[in-house]
Protein backbone atom coordinates (compact mmCIF):
# COMPACT_ATOMS: atom_id res chain seq x y z
CA UNK A 1 0.00 0.00 0.00
CA UNK A 2 1.88 3.08 -0.87
CA UNK A 3 1.38 6.74 0.79
CA UNK A 4 -0.84 8.31 -0.99
CA UNK A 5 -3.50 5.09 -0.38
CA UNK A 6 -3.23 5.37 3.29
CA UNK A 7 -4.51 8.85 3.05
CA UNK A 8 -7.85 8.55 1.16
CA UNK A 9 -10.49 7.98 3.35
CA UNK A 10 -11.06 10.58 5.65
CA UNK A 11 -14.58 12.13 5.98
CA UNK A 12 -14.42 13.98 9.30
CA UNK A 13 -12.25 13.97 12.81
CA UNK A 14 -13.89 11.16 14.57
CA UNK A 15 -12.72 12.50 18.69
CA UNK A 16 -12.93 10.34 21.20
CA UNK A 17 -11.40 11.57 24.47
CA UNK A 18 -7.58 10.95 24.60
CA UNK A 19 -7.45 10.02 20.94
CA UNK A 20 -9.33 9.19 17.69
CA UNK A 21 -11.52 6.91 15.80
CA UNK A 22 -10.84 5.26 12.59
CA UNK A 23 -13.36 6.30 9.81
CA UNK A 24 -15.41 3.11 10.07
CA UNK A 25 -15.72 3.87 13.71
CA UNK A 26 -14.35 0.11 14.51
CA UNK A 27 -10.80 1.05 16.24
CA UNK A 28 -9.87 3.76 18.34
CA UNK A 29 -6.27 5.20 18.80
CA UNK A 30 -5.85 6.64 21.98
CA UNK A 31 -2.43 7.84 24.26
CA UNK A 32 -1.75 4.41 26.20
CA UNK A 33 0.19 3.91 29.53
CA UNK A 34 3.55 4.28 28.28
CA UNK A 35 2.88 7.53 26.97
CA UNK A 36 2.58 6.59 23.40
CA UNK A 37 -0.25 5.07 21.15
CA UNK A 38 -2.42 2.36 21.71
CA UNK A 39 -5.15 1.07 18.87
CA UNK A 40 -7.92 -0.58 20.00
CA UNK A 41 -11.40 -1.93 18.99
CA UNK A 42 -14.30 0.19 19.77
CA UNK A 43 -16.61 -3.07 20.90
CA UNK A 44 -14.44 -4.69 23.03
CA UNK A 45 -10.86 -3.08 23.79
CA UNK A 46 -8.80 -5.51 22.36
CA UNK A 47 -5.40 -3.55 21.77
CA UNK A 48 -3.81 -4.43 18.06
CA UNK A 49 -0.58 -2.46 18.31
CA UNK A 50 1.24 -0.17 20.39
CA UNK A 51 4.27 2.69 19.69
CA UNK A 52 6.09 4.85 20.45
CA UNK A 53 6.71 6.92 17.37
CA UNK A 54 4.14 9.70 18.18
CA UNK A 55 2.12 10.50 21.45
CA UNK A 56 -0.48 12.57 19.99
CA UNK A 57 -2.97 10.81 17.88
CA UNK A 58 -4.68 13.42 15.22
CA UNK A 59 -6.55 12.16 12.74
CA UNK A 60 -7.28 8.49 11.47
CA UNK A 61 -7.29 8.08 7.54
CA UNK A 62 -8.55 4.93 5.54
CA UNK A 63 -5.40 3.20 6.60
CA UNK A 64 -3.21 5.34 8.74
CA UNK A 65 -3.19 7.39 11.37
CA UNK A 66 -1.55 11.29 11.51
CA UNK A 67 0.05 11.85 15.06
CA UNK A 68 2.59 14.17 16.53
CA UNK A 69 5.06 14.23 19.29
CA UNK A 70 4.73 16.36 22.17
CA UNK A 71 8.04 17.68 22.96
CA UNK A 72 9.45 20.74 20.32
CA UNK A 73 9.88 20.64 17.78
CA UNK A 74 6.73 18.72 16.70
CA UNK A 75 7.26 15.96 14.62
CA UNK A 76 4.44 14.84 12.65
CA UNK A 77 4.25 11.32 11.55
CA UNK A 78 2.29 8.59 9.94
CA UNK A 79 1.29 5.45 11.06
CA UNK A 80 -0.10 2.58 9.20
CA UNK A 81 -3.26 1.60 10.87
CA UNK A 82 -2.95 -1.84 10.32
CA UNK A 83 0.40 -2.64 11.84
CA UNK A 84 1.53 0.69 13.95
CA UNK A 85 4.91 0.85 11.72
CA UNK A 86 6.06 4.33 10.81
CA UNK A 87 5.17 5.05 7.30
CA UNK A 88 6.85 8.94 7.27
CA UNK A 89 7.74 11.61 9.31
CA UNK A 90 7.97 15.48 9.29
CA UNK A 91 9.70 18.07 11.58
CA UNK A 92 7.72 21.65 11.61
CA UNK A 93 9.80 24.06 11.63
CA UNK A 94 10.38 25.33 15.23
CA UNK A 95 8.79 28.88 14.26
CA UNK A 96 5.81 26.65 13.78
CA UNK A 97 6.03 24.23 16.65
CA UNK A 98 3.57 24.34 19.53
CA UNK A 99 5.28 25.03 22.29
CA UNK A 100 4.88 23.18 25.81
CA UNK A 101 2.09 20.83 26.26
CA UNK A 102 -0.31 20.82 23.24
CA UNK A 103 -3.32 18.69 22.35
CA UNK A 104 -5.41 19.30 19.17
CA UNK A 105 -8.73 20.84 19.56
CA UNK A 106 -9.87 20.06 15.87
CA UNK A 107 -8.36 18.29 12.74
CA UNK A 108 -9.88 18.04 9.13
CA UNK A 109 -8.86 18.02 5.55
CA UNK A 110 -7.98 21.05 3.53
CA UNK A 111 -7.55 20.48 -0.52
CA UNK A 112 -4.23 17.87 -0.05
CA UNK A 113 -3.01 19.43 3.38
CA UNK A 114 -4.21 18.14 6.74
CA UNK A 115 -5.22 20.97 9.56
CA UNK A 116 -4.77 20.79 13.02
CA UNK A 117 -5.96 22.77 15.30
CA UNK A 118 -4.28 23.08 18.32
CA UNK A 119 -3.97 24.90 22.57
CA UNK A 120 -1.61 24.88 24.90
CA UNK A 121 -1.45 24.73 28.34
CA UNK A 122 -0.46 28.31 28.69
CA UNK A 123 -3.61 29.37 26.83
CA UNK A 124 -1.81 29.37 23.04
CA UNK A 125 -3.31 28.34 20.29
CA UNK A 126 -2.80 28.09 16.80
CA UNK A 127 -3.64 26.11 12.88
CA UNK A 128 -0.91 24.06 10.99
CA UNK A 129 -1.67 22.77 7.59
CA UNK A 130 0.14 19.32 6.93
CA UNK A 131 0.54 18.39 3.73
CA UNK A 132 2.27 14.29 4.18
CA UNK A 133 2.52 13.91 0.43
CA UNK A 134 4.85 16.79 -0.12
CA UNK A 135 6.38 16.52 3.79
CA UNK A 136 5.55 20.79 4.35
CA UNK A 137 4.08 22.16 7.29
CA UNK A 138 2.89 25.77 7.14
CA UNK A 139 0.76 28.16 9.37
CA UNK A 140 -2.93 27.76 8.12
CA UNK A 141 -5.02 30.97 8.36
CA UNK A 142 -8.46 30.20 6.88
CA UNK A 143 -12.10 30.41 8.62
CA UNK A 144 -15.05 28.47 8.03
CA UNK A 145 -18.23 29.86 6.55
CA UNK A 146 -21.14 29.42 8.27
CA UNK A 147 -24.78 30.64 8.60
CA UNK A 148 -24.38 31.42 12.43
CA UNK A 149 -28.25 31.99 12.40
CA UNK A 150 -30.87 30.56 10.49
CA UNK A 151 -32.92 32.76 8.35
CA UNK A 152 -35.07 35.03 9.18
CA UNK A 153 -33.23 35.86 12.57
CA UNK A 154 -29.78 36.97 10.88
CA UNK A 155 -30.48 40.87 12.89
CA UNK A 156 -30.20 41.23 15.89
CA UNK A 157 -31.81 38.41 17.04
CA UNK A 158 -33.31 38.82 20.55
CA UNK A 159 -35.77 36.66 19.68
CA UNK A 160 -33.40 33.76 20.18
CA UNK A 161 -31.67 33.03 23.76
CA UNK A 162 -28.96 30.60 23.40
CA UNK A 163 -28.50 27.93 26.40
CA UNK A 164 -24.54 29.46 27.95
CA UNK A 165 -22.77 25.66 28.30
CA UNK A 166 -20.68 24.83 31.20
CA UNK A 167 -18.00 26.95 29.71
CA UNK A 168 -19.62 29.64 29.58
CA UNK A 169 -20.44 30.24 26.39
CA UNK A 170 -23.44 30.20 24.17
CA UNK A 171 -23.37 30.01 20.73
CA UNK A 172 -24.22 27.50 18.28
CA UNK A 173 -21.60 25.26 17.09
CA UNK A 174 -21.09 23.38 13.77
CA UNK A 175 -22.06 19.37 13.04
CA UNK A 176 -21.54 18.58 9.33
CA UNK A 177 -23.57 20.32 7.26
CA UNK A 178 -25.62 21.96 9.67
CA UNK A 179 -25.75 24.70 12.70
CA UNK A 180 -26.99 23.56 15.87
CA UNK A 181 -27.83 25.32 19.16
CA UNK A 182 -29.56 24.89 22.57
CA UNK A 183 -32.67 27.56 22.55
CA UNK A 184 -34.47 28.80 25.57
CA UNK A 185 -37.91 29.91 24.90
CA UNK A 186 -41.48 29.37 27.16
CA UNK A 187 -44.17 27.53 26.26
CA UNK A 188 -47.47 27.96 28.24
CA UNK A 189 -45.89 29.62 31.04
CA UNK A 190 -42.65 27.21 31.61
CA UNK A 191 -39.48 27.38 29.67
CA UNK A 192 -38.06 24.82 27.81
CA UNK A 193 -34.85 23.43 26.43
CA UNK A 194 -35.28 23.57 22.14
CA UNK A 195 -32.50 21.74 19.94
CA UNK A 196 -32.70 23.96 16.88
CA UNK A 197 -30.85 22.84 13.63
CA UNK A 198 -30.23 24.53 10.32
CA UNK A 199 -28.59 24.37 6.91
CA UNK A 200 -24.45 25.49 7.50
CA UNK A 201 -24.54 26.97 4.05
CA UNK A 202 -27.40 29.29 3.68
CA UNK A 203 -29.62 29.09 7.20
CA UNK A 204 -32.57 27.47 5.73
CA UNK A 205 -34.53 24.37 6.77
CA UNK A 206 -34.93 24.69 10.45
CA UNK A 207 -35.79 22.19 12.56
CA UNK A 208 -36.83 21.95 16.39
CA UNK A 209 -36.31 19.25 19.31
CA UNK A 210 -37.93 19.78 22.44
CA UNK A 211 -34.82 18.17 25.18
CA UNK A 212 -36.58 19.46 28.65
CA UNK A 213 -39.80 20.97 30.39
CA UNK A 214 -39.96 22.88 32.52
CA UNK A 215 -36.12 23.85 32.58
CA UNK A 216 -34.30 23.16 35.30
CA UNK A 217 -33.56 25.84 38.18
CA UNK A 218 -29.89 27.36 36.55
CA UNK A 219 -27.24 25.75 37.36
CA UNK A 220 -28.90 21.48 37.91
CA UNK A 221 -28.30 21.57 33.31
CA UNK A 222 -25.55 22.10 31.88
CA UNK A 223 -24.49 21.45 28.27
CA UNK A 224 -20.63 19.90 28.36
CA UNK A 225 -19.35 21.22 24.66
CA UNK A 226 -17.45 18.47 23.05
CA UNK A 227 -15.09 18.23 19.99
CA UNK A 228 -17.74 15.00 18.71
CA UNK A 229 -20.26 17.70 17.90
CA UNK A 230 -22.61 15.42 16.25
CA UNK A 231 -23.93 14.42 19.78
CA UNK A 232 -24.85 16.75 22.80
CA UNK A 233 -23.76 15.62 25.90
CA UNK A 234 -26.15 17.30 29.33
CA UNK A 235 -25.76 16.38 32.46
CA UNK A 236 -28.67 16.79 34.49
CA UNK A 237 -29.13 17.18 37.96
CA UNK A 238 -31.71 17.35 40.83
CA UNK A 239 -33.21 20.90 41.46
CA UNK A 240 -34.47 19.73 45.25
CA UNK A 241 -33.88 16.67 47.48
CA UNK A 242 -34.96 13.40 46.80
CA UNK A 243 -35.10 10.36 49.12
CA UNK A 244 -32.32 11.97 51.14
CA UNK A 245 -30.46 13.27 48.13
CA UNK A 246 -29.65 17.10 48.31
CA UNK A 247 -30.08 19.03 45.27
CA UNK A 248 -27.41 19.17 42.73
CA UNK A 249 -26.19 15.82 44.16
CA UNK A 250 -27.72 13.03 42.14
CA UNK A 251 -26.89 13.78 38.38
CA UNK A 252 -27.52 12.22 34.87
CA UNK A 253 -25.19 12.22 31.54
CA UNK A 254 -28.21 12.34 28.68
CA UNK A 255 -27.00 12.13 25.35
CA UNK A 256 -28.78 13.19 22.40
CA UNK A 257 -27.93 12.71 18.20
CA UNK A 258 -27.73 16.38 17.19
CA UNK A 259 -29.08 15.21 13.70
CA UNK A 260 -32.46 13.93 15.14
CA UNK A 261 -32.51 15.21 18.34
CA UNK A 262 -32.80 11.41 19.44
CA UNK A 263 -31.91 10.74 23.32
CA UNK A 264 -29.17 7.59 22.83
CA UNK A 265 -28.01 7.37 26.02
CA UNK A 266 -28.53 8.01 30.02
CA UNK A 267 -25.76 7.23 32.37
CA UNK A 268 -25.27 8.06 35.91
CA UNK A 269 -23.05 10.75 36.66
CA UNK A 270 -19.39 8.11 37.34
CA UNK A 271 -17.14 9.47 40.09
CA UNK A 272 -13.89 11.09 38.10
CA UNK A 273 -15.63 11.31 34.84
CA UNK A 274 -13.32 14.14 33.08
CA UNK A 275 -15.49 15.71 30.52
CA UNK A 276 -15.57 15.82 27.23
CA UNK A 277 -17.55 12.78 25.83
CA UNK A 278 -17.97 11.15 23.11
CA UNK A 279 -19.51 8.56 20.75
CA UNK A 280 -18.58 6.12 18.45
CA UNK A 281 -20.71 3.83 17.33
CA UNK A 282 -22.95 2.33 20.54
CA UNK A 283 -20.54 2.76 22.60
CA UNK A 284 -20.18 6.27 24.66
CA UNK A 285 -16.63 7.21 25.64
CA UNK A 286 -15.19 8.96 28.73
CA UNK A 287 -12.24 9.54 30.64
CA UNK A 288 -11.69 9.29 34.34
CA UNK A 289 -9.11 10.46 36.46
CA UNK A 290 -6.63 8.61 39.05
CA UNK A 291 -4.29 8.96 41.53
CA UNK A 292 -0.94 11.25 40.82
CA UNK A 293 1.95 9.40 39.66
CA UNK A 294 4.60 11.96 41.26
CA UNK A 295 7.69 10.06 39.81
CA UNK A 296 6.17 10.74 36.05
CA UNK A 297 5.05 14.05 36.69
CA UNK A 298 2.06 13.05 34.46
CA UNK A 299 -1.25 11.62 35.56
CA UNK A 300 -3.19 8.65 35.64
CA UNK A 301 -6.19 8.13 33.34
CA UNK A 302 -8.58 5.39 32.24
CA UNK A 303 -10.36 5.41 29.05
CA UNK A 304 -14.00 4.12 29.57
CA UNK A 305 -16.51 2.18 26.92
CA UNK A 306 -20.01 2.79 28.31
CA UNK A 307 -22.82 0.43 26.01
CA UNK A 308 -25.18 3.43 24.88
CA UNK A 309 -28.21 0.77 25.34
CA UNK A 310 -27.93 -0.50 28.76
CA UNK A 311 -24.72 2.38 30.25
CA UNK A 312 -22.94 -0.46 31.02
CA UNK A 313 -19.04 -0.31 31.21
CA UNK A 314 -18.29 -2.65 28.66
CA UNK A 315 -14.31 -1.83 29.04
CA UNK A 316 -11.39 0.47 30.05
CA UNK A 317 -8.11 0.84 30.03
CA UNK A 318 -5.26 2.69 31.75
CA UNK A 319 -3.41 5.56 30.08
CA UNK A 320 -0.88 8.37 31.25
CA UNK A 321 -2.40 11.76 30.12
CA UNK A 322 -0.42 14.72 30.98
CA UNK A 323 -3.38 16.79 29.87
CA UNK A 324 -5.09 17.88 33.12
CA UNK A 325 -8.66 18.80 33.18
CA UNK A 326 -9.65 22.30 32.07
Not at 211 to 221: E, M, Q, S
Amino acid sequence: MTRRDLLKGIERWRFVPAGVADPAGKRVFVVDAQSGIAAAAVADGEQFWSSGAAAVPLIALNGALLAATRSAPATFVLLDATSGQAVSAIVAPPELSPSGEWWPTAVWREEKAIVVAWQNRAAAEGALAVDPQSGTVAPWSGGLQSAERPKGRRSAGTDLTFFRSADGSAEPWRAGDRMAALVVDTHRGKERLRLMTWDAADGGEVESTELARPLPRTGYLAHHRSPDTEHLFLLSCNDRDEEGAPAGTRCTWLVFRVSDGKKIAELPNPDGLLPPLAVVGNRLFYVESGEKLVKRGTTARRLCAVDTKSARLVWSRDLVWAQEKR
